[in-house]
């Protein structure tokens, strides 16, 4: 399911694979994870994203957006 779900935000275009020995650009990556939650006898999993995290040269997403 989880492999699903980030198909789904790939086609989607909110988010891109990224080759993984690509060195020459700049990419910003944002850690995920998927979150399991098991309810009435089903398990339902969700992707979340780590905004906090954040690069030596380049600060988090938190840090940078509006508060508000």
Do not use: C, W
Request: charged residues 25%.
């Amino acid at each position: 399911m989880f492999h699903y779900q980030m198909l789904n935000y790939i086609t989607r275009g909110q988010v891109e694979a990224t080759p993984p020995d690509d060195l020459t650009s700049t990419l910003f990556h944002r850690p995920h994870e998927a979150v399991k939650k098991e309810k009435h006898g089903k398990t339902k999993f969700r992707i979340v994203f780590d905004a906090s995290s954040q690069d030596t040269n380049a600060p988090s997403l938190n840090k940078v957006l509006r508060k508000g």
